[in-house]
């Protein structure tokens, strides 16, 4: 916690390889980002002034915090500006009604290039990984299923053998069988996974720092109100799709749903440039966002509404009821585009799609829960041991070798995958397998049962069968597997390539469930007199699914890594098709969930916000303290007093000489020192801004000049310096609380509107002030301590 | 919306028959429901004070609104209490993790209630439906499907016949056919219509006047902070259950779905009962209500999810992350205890059950968006009649016979739809058969298409066909069923019974959207060389699905009416269980939106909002109008000043005054009258309590005491009378804005803080108070102006 505490004073190093020094010292004021447009805030009579006077207007800085109700209450202006103007003639009336259409453009424009750029993703990693095994000759953009697809020679038996497709040993030496062909196979894997994973962490550290990653923290952040530059760019965009090719094809312990969501908030932010009712306004960019993200998600698993709801649940900040329904509309283009491009060859729209053919039984919940209670272990186990590599990484020598750290976790990995069937096939081919139900035609060797011979029937129910020899190798493998992935996982996450969570976690808990599944299917056919088999399997009866146990084996252990819980649900809803599984995946996650939660509340996502040192204030942490406002507040006992401006009595000098000393990013304005009553609150940028200006352009301002920031100036002597009045860079309706609020309503208020600071006053009287960061600060703090301690002292 | 104005100021009425008058001026300060525990709003030491010394703590007043930020806090502190406590013993440490767990267990008991309820409504409701046609005389309690089911004479292709079921007439008269057996069985169909439907008023009018309508524009109400006592209670529970298996039964053109989300949230008040958590907390209350409406819409159509989206995107105020897992849970379990009860006998979770066997095509996309357009008419239709008569029911004489009403409607409803026998069965049938694909085995009328003699194959993949003698009748049944249930709905809902409106609703759209379905697929089998059908509708293809439309059309109706739209396409998604058919929902869906929105932007809910006068803020409303916080607190230019205390020199008499005199509901306290510096805001209530309590039980304080409200009083001589300490019913924190603050903003604090009344300060100075009343009134009269008009005066 004191790492986070640290983190926040002193600066923000952002995931991205390259470590920014910003200085975010907060003070009394951690505020930024100001325009001259604030009077909207307070007097409404300053339409003039709304023109844009300075370029940097509504803009904010790299790395500060916007202000959610300043941002509102612009595109209001905006909007009554065009529904006024749109009266005055037909061409304005057509500008009005393209504006109001243009969020429904940008969802249509998001949905097509995401689903667009899934499809070659997904086309293009199946290219290369089955590149690192051979090539097809009759053309060699053709991935070893398509060769073999097109070939007359494919039998139906053997789908995976057509003479087009050769491995390299065979290409190369002429022989396909033998140790020689094995030990050059194994040689040219390692080589292409060392050349692809090479080339990702290049280009990442070259051209795109921020490419590097899932993007999940960093956008939930932003998606928060905080400025991050460049980070959904147009180059990470393309860098980071590029790269996600060469880092999944190169085999590493990762998956490509987690970067998708960034690629499509990439692609959401390229298309808010185009409309500047978004490029211009951060809080409307944000909805455009939070729905790019839902559409990130609908095509990573071919689920809509799994994503409007993980973008509901998981990632976004502010959701209105209408990014809702555009979210789910860019989701359905975004699916039904994905769709079109048919990247798997089956026209389904879903990445793991499974048909079941038997009900599941009430008795079956204890392995289904023992596999929730092994997800949540694994997503404690998984988030700890992570984190503390990512910050061994962030404090040692070996956050400086990024490019060797990458190469050396790949050919460690492509080492130990080849020898293992299950680990050398790409991820999601694994969990695809593992999910499947075995039919009658089944020739993998997880479906090696031993047929009874009687058996004729060509039909999909097949009764339980004892398991054959390819079975038990199976077994053998997939334990290892299992190990392995676990391992590997911990020390790719957070690697300087994209790199998703949601695959691997996913195939962790399909192995698991899958050998939980084959052991309860086997005990429920040699065994099925035993009472806890006896009510509801009957010999020769198909009672026990083994791919039901992956499925839900995966949803506890994504449950578990990502605390997700309805969407995780509804995504496997949408992959299943059917209401009929859902208990037993609700219960998997549930217990999941509580049992990850019983040793920390923070999933992945979070975890890696407080290890960089976001600012970001989670709608989920409860505050329970009983603090009051005037404990948090600025200045402390035994600070200086607050830096404010007086109304009619501070010179231009005086101003000068406080923006020079301090860095506080604002300033109260009161009627006088002596009696300290609130007038405004004034943004240091819009003060240097306005002075600098008026320095300039007007006559007579010099530095004994007075600032006026009352409604009319003094009639003065002509004697005296030119007065410069500067009320319209005033924000007249400053949020105040009493110093008597106690925290949890003023963390409410911060949440819920979305402020950046907040004055504190008691009986009409300026206090203090308290910024975000002082709330994120206290409530650290807070989190490390005894809530007694504090309540009673 | 001037008629609004005069409810929301003048009184309240409820649908529910009794007409309260309720006194609601709000004049300074509409505020209510005053404890003294509020000092926990404001400083944190009095903890001695929590022990409710009052019988009244905690609650408000019939007819006012809560505070949720006070709730909020209320229930922070009693969470911290029982977490302090619970380190103390190992008995405390159960009780607070009951504590911890007492929200899954309600949601459980939510949900297996309200599930077992709506599976007994259901079956009470088919066989009522029933007995006005016949009975079953092997057993009287059997509905006409399972007489039939259970008897080994009925066949298979006449599966509606079997001897042990009779009509009415050929009970009586032997005669099961001929003119006088259909006159007796039509008389026997209206008189049953008649009882039941006198039943279920006089029921309502007796026992539970909150038990008619649909209950759900109250909910919303409710849900969005307002308090009507007795309308969740245990008699509207069970006077609603009882009454709407008699209204429906009767063959009234109106639904279970609404009422059950009535019904479900009477079940979730009463498990809040038996938990002190949510019993004395308003606003926890309200989290389970939102739970209890998503199980309600779960178990209306078996769609869990789409019931969870329905209680966020329509009914709920407040939905955290925590109430979305929560209702999800609710919503499920309720659907598993309504698919054990299996009502419908075919184990299906849906009430509409389908599976369609062919994709669609682009060009048809065309019906589909020609039926959002009906939709959206129909919705703008009825909404505006439906409201109109409401109106006239509500001003004129036709208001004080509401028994009368119901068995007119009732009777000119059963005179009309007897003869006809799309609306003689009950509508969810109805719906059913309108939905589903014509089969190869399929025996109803809709499906008399000529076969070709060459066809022979049994699957369900059967080509387009011309339509038989039997489908041209029934398009002339449908089309007059059609114009009888648009005019019959409008004049049935809100009459005094309860009734839902989403099955009518539906019967509508599926009608129309049936209608246009066989028109289209006649087209394309005669027409298939005109250009539209040439590209996708080969001869002997199966082209068009009828029921497609049919489905479509109700989701556009349904939506024109309720303005419904993610939750909506999710419901029927989760009808249909495959995500190919959501892009013709979705469009029709959002067609439909689109047009009903530019008649008029609420949806039947809100009118009837409006209607009632009830104060809800609607979230969705947005507030573009230039004014300020000055242009709406009181007191206004010319009024009296505000009513203030002052916090060292009010007497007890001062104080009982200006109770009498005025009739405001809390006062703001100030330091003195000339500075007006505000210290804090005090409740009427407390005020009144605190002085009876002192003058009865506090020797010296009489009515020349002085009231302080500062921290100490100072120490008088021993002549002067014994002053009286109220600092610790003081809010030391209330919520202030500046006089400068655009209505936008003010706007945005109250609907997403929840509060009751706001104070205008300007300067540090008291200006005025706005309440939630102000604001409802000020965006009602915005409405109705121009908003250029009021930006520039």
Known sequence: MSELKQHIELHHQLEGGMVRSVSM????????????TEEMNGAGNLMDFLDEPFPDVG??????????????????????????????????????????????????????????????????????????EGVCLSAFWYSHEQCCWTSNETTFDDRDKCPQWQKWAELMTGHAEGAGAYVLNYFLYILWALLFSFLA??????????????GIPEIKTILSGFI????????????????????????????????????????????????SKYSKNEGKRREVLSAAAAAGVSVAFGAPIGGVLFSLEEVSYYFPLKTLWRSFFAALVAAFTLRSINPFGNSRLVLFYVEYHTPWYMAELVPFILLGVFGGLWG?????????WCRRRKTTQLGKYPVLEVIAVTG?????????????????????????????????????????????????????????????TALWQLALALIFKIVITIFTFGMKIPSGLFIPSMAVGAIAGRIVGIAVEQMAYHHHDWIIFKNWCRPGADCVTPGLYAMVGAAACLGGVTR???????????????????????????????????????????????????PY????????????????????????????????????????????????NGFPVVVSRESERLIGFVQRRDLTLAIKNARQKQDGVVSSSVVYFTEDAPQLPASNPQPLKLRRILNLSPFTVTDHTPMETVVDIFRKLGLRQCLVTRSGRLLGIITKKDVLRHMAQMMNQDPESIMFN
Chains 1, 2 share one sequence.
């Open 25 to 36: 010292r907060s003070s009394l004021a951690g505020v930024s980002g100001a325009t001259p």
């Open 59 to 132: 803009t904010y800085e790299d790395f500060h915090t916007i202000d959610w109700l300043r941002e509102k209450s612009r595109d209001t202006d905006r909007h009554r500006k065009i529904t006024s103007k749109s009266k005055e003639s037909i061409w304005e009336l057509i500008k009005s009604l393209l504006d109001a259409w243009s969020g429904w453009v940008v969802m249509l424009l998001i949905g097509l290039l995401s689903g667009t750029l899934a499809g070659v993703i997904d086309l293009a990693v199946d290219w290369m990984t089955d590149l690192k």
């Open 201 to 214: 962490v290049s280009l990442v550290r070259v051209f795109a720092p921020y490419a590097c990653g899932s």
């Open 228 to 275: 991050i530059r460049g980070y959904l760019g147009k180059w990470t965009l393309l860098i980071k799709t590029v790269t996600l090719v060469l880092a999944v094809s190169s085999g590493l312990s990762l998956g490509k749903e987690g970067p998708l969501v960034h690629v499509a908030c990439c692609c959401g932010n390229l298309f808010c440039s185009l409309f």
């Open 380 to 388: 404690t186990l998984f988030i700890r041991a992570n984190i503390a």
């Open 412 to 472: 460690i990995t492509a080492v130990l995958a080849y020898p293992n069937p299950y680990t050398r096939r790409s991820t999601s081919e694994l969990i695809s397998e593992l999910f499947n139900d075995c039919g009658a035609l089944e020739s993998s060797q997880l479906c090696d049962y031993i047929n009874n011979p009687n058996m004729s029937r060509p039909v999909d129910d097949i009764p339980d069968r004892p398991a054959g020899p390819g079975v038990y």
């Open 564 to 614: 997700m819980t309805v969407s995780l649900v509804v995504i496997m809803f949408e992959l299943t098709g059917g209401l009929e599984y859902i208990v037993p995946l609700m219960a998997a996650a549930v217990t999941s969930k509580w049992v990850a939660d019983a040793f920390g509340k923070e999933g992945i996502y979070e975890s890696h916000i407080q290890l960089n040192g976001y």
């Open 617 to 664: 204030l989670d709608v989920r942490d409860e505050f329970t303290h009983r603090t009051l406002a005037t404990d948090v507040m600025r200045p402390r006992r035994n600070d200086p007093p607050l830096a404010v401006l007086t109304q009619d009595s501070t010179t231009v000098e005086d101003v000068e000489t406080l923006i020079k000393d301090t860095d506080y």
